[in-house]
């Protein structure tokens, strides 16, 4: 198929093209010009044309929590967000520890012919954490990287072996960074908000004790770990020095966190209830420093769908989680504007450098390249509702919020996938 984008504001990251002008497309490939006239044109005249977002931590909920949300309805939901390229994490039921079950899971993903899909291993059998998984055939399957989800590795030498494991073979390995003991029970900050709505805390140092571990780990090994939806200004100012000393780690943050803290809490609102949780929002203006400064590479939706049964109880009750795919792009333009950055440079932080993470051809616009595109109205508002969220999860702090950065159309290999 030859689909040629006509007119747009090309803004492409990775090589810092900023201008009005064509995309042309054959065979799931962006070309320099089509020969003959193309099967379908897209007029974006006053629209940008972009690469398509990569979220490196999206929730699909199969197998096993298809009560809670099919692959069918978020896959859905990430084109409808702009989103063509996803990394879903292994806490599936049973979690992605065996070659069979990722070999399925991308199979149907290909099947409805969406997004793209990047299975993360489960670094141990089970997500348990005593007993590491076969990452060598679990990657000959597809998997890009080996995670623990948020479950957490006890077993300090268990973790260990992991990542010497792991650096063996150059495989990548994704962890989340919290402390299970510091933070067995807790649902909420631990600060003057949890204590005065008598919720039970997680201290910013189960944070900063679990990844100052880590940190050493890497030291001895050597290993690629990518540190998952860092949450607080310590946690920051850690990986910070981390990187200036040279080692080889990569950060996200939750789109959640940019843009909310504990103050948000309101009276137990179940929608804010997520791990990790919501913190002071001196946490939260360092983790958007920490973005803008490239401390922290880039930005996830952590799409979490929640069934409304478990999500609307009483905030110690409720299941942790927001839903984040469709939400992405413009909570995304939302901190760039904030933190007066250009688009290209708002932009990179969902394309280009997710992209490098996961070790894909994928977040650029150029010739060669995979034709994966979203076209969208940085201006156009709209309001976040029940009613137009695509997702079967409908659990987000941001309902009822208005705002700008609307997908016109999302492109997967050419094809046009969604159209609004």
């Known amino acids: 198929m030859k689909l040629l984008v ?132 679990l990657a000959e399957a597809g998997c890009v990287a080996f995670s623990q989800a948020d479950t957490a590795i006890e077993n300090t030498e268990v973790l260990w072996r992991a990542l010497q494991y792991a650096a063996t073979f150059g495989f990548p390995v994704w962890l989340r960074a919290e402390d299970v003991w510091l933070a067995k029970g807790g649902v909420a900050h631990d600060g003057e908000v949890a204590t005065r709505l008598g919720l039970a805390g997680i201290p910013a140092f189960a944070e900063t004790v679990a990844l100052a571990t880590l940190l050493e780990l890497v030291r001895a090994t050597g290993a690629r770990v990518h540190v998952c939806r860092l949450s607080s200004a310590a946690g920051v100012a850690l990986l910070r020095r981390a990187r200036h000393d040279g080692l080889p780690l990569t950060c996200d943050v939750a789109v959640h966190h940019v843009h909310l803290s504990d103050m948000d809490l309101g009276f137990f609102d179940p929608q804010c209830r997520l791990e990790p949780p919501l913190r002071h929002p001196r946490d939260r203006d360092a983790l958007r420093a920490g973005l803008a400064d490239g401390t922290i590479d880039c930005i996830v939706s952590d799409h979490t769908p929640v069934d409304e049964d478990r999500k609307h109880l009483p905030f110690a009750e409720a299941e942790p989680g927001a839903t984040g795919l469709e939400l992405l792009l413009p909570l995304a333009l939302k901190w760039g504007v904030q933190a007066n950055l250009t688009l290209a440079q708002t932009l990179a932080r969902v394309t280009s450098a997710p992209a490098r993470i996961l070790g894909v051809d994928a977040g650029r616009i150029a010739p060669g390249a995979p034709a994966d595109l979203v076209v969208f109205d940085p201006q156009a508002p709209f309001r976040v509702s029940a009613q137009t969220l695509k997702s079967q999860g409908k659990n987000t702090p941001f309902l009822g919020l208005e705002l700008a950065g609307r997908v016109r159309a999302t492109v997967v290999a050419g094809n046009v996938v969604y159209e609004a």
């Open 6 to 137: 006509k007119g747009g504001r090309v803004i492409d990251p990775a090589s810092g093209r900023d201008a009005v002008g064509d995309v042309a497309m054959a065979d799931g490939r962006i070309v320099e010009a089509l020969s003959g006239k193309p099967d379908r044109m897209i007029d974006a005249k006053g629209l940008v044309v972009a690469p398509g977002l990569i979220d490196l931590a999206a929730r699909l909920r199969e197998p096993g929590y298809e009560y809670k949300a099919t692959l069918e309805s978020e896959m859905n939901a990430a084109v409808a967000g702009g989103v063509t390229s996803l990394a879903c994490p292994p806490d599936t039921d049973p979690p992605l520890d065996e070659p069979g079950l990722v070999d399925m899971l991308r199979r149907r993903a290909k099947a409805l012919a969406r997004a793209r899909v990047y299975p993360v291993g489960a670094l141990t059998v089970r997500l348990e954490g005593r007993k590491l998984t076969e990452m060598a055939e």
